[in-house]
């Protein structure tokens, strides 16, 4: 008898050691799987009701019960079976919602022209995702957008407003769970999702390889791991008219911005970032996304400094989803520290090439501009 209680005052323990680890790392609010767990801890608690001066009095105990092997000491224990037993049950509960439902992905899409799904079989598989824990919220204003043929301010009001609502409903169902992005719609438009994601965190960003036809996650920075190193962005100014009202920002990632692309900015001061060698499917890494988007915003909000009268950013650029995605955080999180900008579709084949443009700051956020 004296062996079955030390055991289950070590498991006791145990549970309890567990416990003040759940608290340490949960967030201010509790989630219903700490809220589980510390129900059921508290319920097994209290099943022994001596049992805060044995917790107290543990090391005392175990020793005693070393030394006293060979005694035929016996302990009468006034246990609370059915307290036990739903404690225990509550305990398990908790675990597995934190395991396997907690543990869900909620994965936003603004869907292209191709309307690729994550929640298609090969797309799971490909990500490693176990199918009942994704659920995708999609963005579909294609046939609205028409392939940016004949965009009017109507055509745009209707997919601003659609962006606007399904990104903060978004948010709203997925409030205690994971979150991921994907998409491959159209640069303005994305980073205009991105400022309505400011106020929650992406756990993951989903990329598609048209070389490979497949998806992939971009990988985490693991202490355990070393990250490999991955290409930096160079800044490079055109002119310098410092008396300038209006300045391009040209962001070269995926594709090398020409300049003639930008002739229809003849005229205009022109601040290239990029990459020397820009390509496909380059961002691999969270922290390399984070950098660039930091590096591209934070160079934004100090143009001032160069250009005083500075009031208008007319920003084109080749770059991935996610990274459209990371620059409407960031420049929500600073809008009031940032000159209008006005984020432009680039079509090829099209004269000019930059056919429209949609202001992504707080101030007309939405508006349709046209050259």
């Known amino acids: 008898m004296n062996y079955c209680l030390m055991i289950i005052n070590i498991v006791l323990f145990i549970l309890l050691a567990f416990l003040v680890l759940k608290i340490k790392n949960a967030n201010k609010e509790q ?16 099943s022994f009701p001596d049992f805060t001066d044995k917790l107290f009095n543990f090391a005392e105990t175990a020793l005693s019960y070393i030394n006293l092997v060979n005694t035929t000491q016996t302990n009468e224990m006034d246990v ?15 675990i597995y919602y934190n395991l396997n439902i907690k543990d869900r992905f909620f994965v936003l899409n603004i869907l292209s022209k ?96 048209r070389n490979t036809c497949k998806y992939y996650s971009l990988k985490e920075d693991k202490w355990y791991k070393k990250i490999k190193t991955y290409p930096k962005l160079t800044i490079e100014t055109q002119s310098n008219n410092i008396q300038s009202k209006e300045i391009v920002v040209a962001v070269s990632i995926t594709k090398n911005i020409t300049d003639g692309d930008l002739i229809q900015f003849t005229g205009k001061d ?5 990459l020397q060698n820009p390509k496909d499917n380059v961002i691999e890494f969270r922290e390399q996304l984070g950098d660039y988007a930091k590096l591209i915003v934070d160079t934004i909000e100090n143009l001032k400094t160069t250009y005083p009268n500075l009031e208008t950013v007319h920003l084109v650029g080749a770059i991935p989803s996610c990274l459209s ?11 009031n520290r940032l000159p209008m900008i006005i984020s432009y579709h680039f079509k090829f ?23």
């Open 114 to 209: 191709d309307r690729r799904l994550i929640t298609e079989r090969n797309n799971i598989k490909d990500l490693k995702i176990i199918d009942f824990k994704l659920r995708e919220h999609q963005i579909d204003v294609v046939r609205m957008f028409d392939n940016a043929n004949n965009i009017t301010v109507n055509s745009c009001k209707y997919i601003f407003e659609e962006i606007e609502e399904k990104t903060k409903r978004f948010i709203s169902e997925s409030n205690d769970f994971k979150k991921a992005f994907t998409g491959m719609f159209s640069i303005p438009f994305t980073i205009l999702a991105g400022t309505y994601l400011s106020a929650t965190e992406i756990d993951k960003y989903f990329e598609y390889n």
């Open 325 to 335: 995605i990371e620059l409407g955080r960031k420049i929500s999180l600073i809008s």
């Open 31 to 46: 989630t219903p799987a700490g809220l589980l767990i510390g129900t059921g801890l508290a319920l097994i608690t209290s």
């Open 349 to 371: 084949g099209n004269i000019p090439k930059y056919n429209f443009g949609i202001i992504v700051t707080e101030k007309d956020k939405g508006k349709l501009i046209k050259p």
């Open 270 to 274: 022109i601040l290239k970032i990029g």
């Open 80 to 94: 609370n079976i059915i307290s036990l037993i739903c404690g225990i049950l509550l305990v398990l509960l908790g």
